[in-house]
């Protein structure tokens, strides 16, 4: 088991940045409650994950560099997008292998630690539920399960809220069709992986899906509001939040 | 053999639309996945057992040279003849070669994708050699006239009725049945016909030992062990990545290749060919001739960045777990071996130009990565392949062949801006500002989801904001 530490840094992603920025402030919300110090670098922008994944590596490593730059120090590096903390996690090395910063690479892979994960097995936290019932499932992404392998994290939480009914969907581990420049380069393909994963969710009958990855929720969230399906994803930081009665000082 | 790429998704499009198509193989795979779990719930097990499978495969390919003349020494000294094969033509003609040296115009052949992948069957038709599929599955494609749309289960895209049709409509004096005990004995009897008046029986190879010179046929029919004892000459055919160094490798190889493959223990039958009829041996042919197929495998093998694809033992675990495949198929990918493996192996043999496409039909999910029993971590290396598909870099045919000017630029864009913080901020709040102005539609993403919403404000706002008020 890892020690608590007095300060982390946190890496919001750009998705969060744009389109999900409340997943970004209750996660820190989240933290700051457990007694850690929350540094939010203002310089950082994109961990580089779609031009890499699109195999445009240097265009990649051009803005991985900044957040080489701007996530220095000892202090862990918590990431509320398992996607993006695999992409730091994992594929820095291989992006700066044989560059000047692979040993810097190698240091901040090293500090990397997804949300949930922090929270369950850092933190060790402990959730009082405070909200009515309610029924949800959980599509990790596939980030999270096989490359962060996190995916038991957020379920861990989840049952630690007494009102919280957690049903699992058909074909549960499989990939929700988004993969990046996938979902345009295979735009079919793409919408053929959402459908049946939005329908798996919503044969469950849940009130809301939660996900550790805003990649994912874009694009099942998207399908829904295209099928004018009711339902729609919470971020895990967001739902934790809103369970235990959200942020004391607020 | 195979078709080209440039039409991959056109083909794919085609697939998704067929409900039937779709439907067997969400079934099929759906039922090979559990059939494989079975095995491996343990996922310790999985691990120990893929560690000793990955160990193996990397030990033979780091002396795969020695090997292979170790190999020939054994197999030429166990009375076994040897062919090298440099490509696909030479190996066709090296069979042909054979056949012709014994008179023969017709040869029944065990399932292999190695001569799929050469395109032995049309090689030796052009020629006036009669060519029979003996495998189940093969042999039903031969008489449709189609490839194979899994390695492992080659009519994996055809259901019973469709088969039931075919045999009726090919074996008229035996009635309509959707029986598969009486189909499976209609095309026994036919092949067994066959194997008593066949003189050339042709099999693949799953491994090759070079300790022993032994030659190993993993098989659920029996037309395996058929094709190689009964005709006089047995000529096999494989690729050169197949051999391992010793005896001792195969159990280990062999147990992770059927629970992964079909999630069977151990298949029917399991065949270790050492050498041809021996004095005084009942059975056995009178000749064993192996061609050893390279065909891009040795450009692979010296590319430190890929060599890793060639421990694949073509258990087909990848393909059984691709969402991707899953919803298009096997023959959309217009490869000898569809898939994770063949989006790999593909434009590794035959370069990026005529198979780089295929390295887009990924979304890099990691669940072929997974359950690869010999840790060829695939989804990395489609990744890997993307960057020399955009890039012209590395040692692999055509790298840079699939760089646009256009996607070159959306890139150099992106990380203009996203590598300068204050500009991406700057950027960022103008379009957070103007979030009403911004297109509500954008093909292709928009064409079956609502596009996002834009936040009001950016995290980056609203953490300065928060620590504005918090002092």
């Not at chain 1, 009102?163 to 990939?175: F, G, N, S, T």
């Not at chain 2, 020695?66 to 440099?86: D, P």
Request: charge should be negative; include cysteine; proline fraction near 4%.
């Amino acid at each position: 088991m890892r020690e608590k530490p007095t300060q982390v840094l946190l890496f919001g992603s750009c998705l969060i940045d744009v389109l999900y920025p409340q997943a970004g402030m209750d996660a820190i919300a989240l933290l700051e409650r457990e007694g850690i110090e929350v540094v939010f670098p203002q310089a950082q922008t994109c961990c580089g994950q779609p031009a890499f994944n699109a195999g445009y590596r240097d265009e990649a490593r051009k803005v991985a560099r900044v957040q080489l730059d701007c996530l220095q120090g000892d202090a862990p590096v918590v990431v509320p997008s398992a996607s993006c903390a695999a992409m730091m996690k994992h594929h820095y090395v291989e992006l700066f292998r044989d560059q000047p910063e692979a040993e810097a690479a190698a240091q901040l892979a090293a500090r990397i630690v997804e949300f949930t994960e922090f929270l369950v097995d850092v933190l060790r936290i402990r959730l009082q539920d405070q909200g009515p019932d309610i029924r949800v499932a959980v599509h990790s992404s596939c980030s999270a399960r096989r490359e962060m392998n996190v995916a038991v994290q957020i379920e861990s939480l989840l049952e630690q809220l007494a009102q919280v009914e957690l049903v699992h969907q058909d074909h549960k581990a499989e990939c929700c069709g988004f993969g990046g420049t996938f979902a345009v380069k295979q735009a079919e393909i793409s919408a053929a992986m959402v459908a049946d994963k939005t329908a798996a969710l919503l044969r469950c009958e849940i009130d809301r899906y939660i996900t550790q990855d805003c990649g994912c929720m874009m694009n099942i969230d998207g399908a829904l509001a295209s099928q004018q399906a009711p339902l729609r994803g919470t971020h895990i930081a967001t739902f934790l939040m809103e369970r235990t009665g959200g942020n004391e000082d607020s | 053999m195979v078709t080209k790429t440039v039409d991959f998704s056109a083909r794919a499009v085609e697939a998704l639309h067929n409900a039937r198509l779709r439907g067997s193989f969400r079934d099929a795979m759906d039922d090979l996945i559990r059939k494989r779990l079975d095995h491996f719930r343990d996922e310790t097990l999985f691990r120990e057992l893929s560690g000793e499978g990955a160990a193996i495969r990397a030990r033979a390919l780091s002396r795969l040279p020695e090997l292979l003349e170790q190999l020939e020494r054994k197999l030429v000294s166990n009375g076994i003849t040897v062919h090298w094969a440099e490509d696909a033509a030479q190996a066709n003609e090296t069979v042909l070669k054979i056949i012709r040296a014994h008179d023969s115009r017709r040869v029944i052949k065990g399932k292999s994708m190695v001569t799929e992948e050469i395109g032995l069957n049309d090689f030796l038709e052009t020629r006036n050699v009669e060519v029979l599929e003996s495998d189940l599955g093969e042999y039903i494609l031969q008489l449709l006239d189609e490839r194979p749309s899994h390695i492992v289960m080659p009519a994996i895209h055809k259901t019973k009725a469709q088969i039931a049709e075919l045999f009726a409509r090919k074996f008229p004096e035996i009635p309509y049945t959707e029986d598969v005990d009486t189909l499976t004995a209609t095309a026994r009897r036919v092949l067994r016909d066959a194997f008593r008046s066949t003189r050339i029986g042709i099999s693949g190879v799953n491994f090759m030992v070079a300790e022993t010179g032994t030659l190993c046929l993993v098989e659920n029919e029996g037309n395996g062990r058929m094709c190689t004892t009964i005709p006089d000459v047995h000529i096999a055919v494989t690729g050169i990545e197949k051999v391992v160094e010793k005896l001792a490798d195969v159990p280990p190889l062999l147990a992770l290749l059927t629970r992964s493959a079909t999630g069977q223990p151990i298949t029917t039958y399991f065949n270790m060919i050492s050498s041809p009829r021996r004095e005084g041996e009942k059975d056995g042919p009178k000749e064993v001739h192996l061609v050893l197929v390279d065909n891009g495998r040795s450009d692979i093998f010296a590319n430190p960045d890929f060599q890793e694809t060639l421990r694949c033992i073509r258990c087909g675990a990848c393909i059984n777990h691709c969402p991707v495949y899953t919803r298009i198929g096997g023959h959309s990918y217009g490869t000898t071996y569809p898939g994770p493996i063949g989006t790999v192996f593909a434009p590794l043999q035959d370069g990026l130009k005529e198979r780089g496409e295929l390295l887009s039909a990924s979304t890099l999910c990691n669940a072929c990565t997974e359950v690869c029993p010999v840790r060829i971590p695939l989804a990395g290396l489609i990744n890997r392949l993307r960057a020399e598909y955009a890039a012209p870099r590395g040692n692999v045919k055509d790298a840079g062949s699939g760089r646009s000017w256009k996607e070159a630029m959306a890139w150099k864009l992106w990380s203009a801006v996203y590598a300068r913080p204050r500009l991406y901020q700057r950027l960022l709040n103008w379009g957070l500002k103007h979030r009403d102005r911004l297109p509500r539609e954008l093909a292709p993403w928009s064409d079956s989801r609502a596009m996002p919403v834009i936040a009001e404000k950016s995290l980056h706002q609203l953490v300065r904001e928060k620590s504005e008020a918090d002092q």
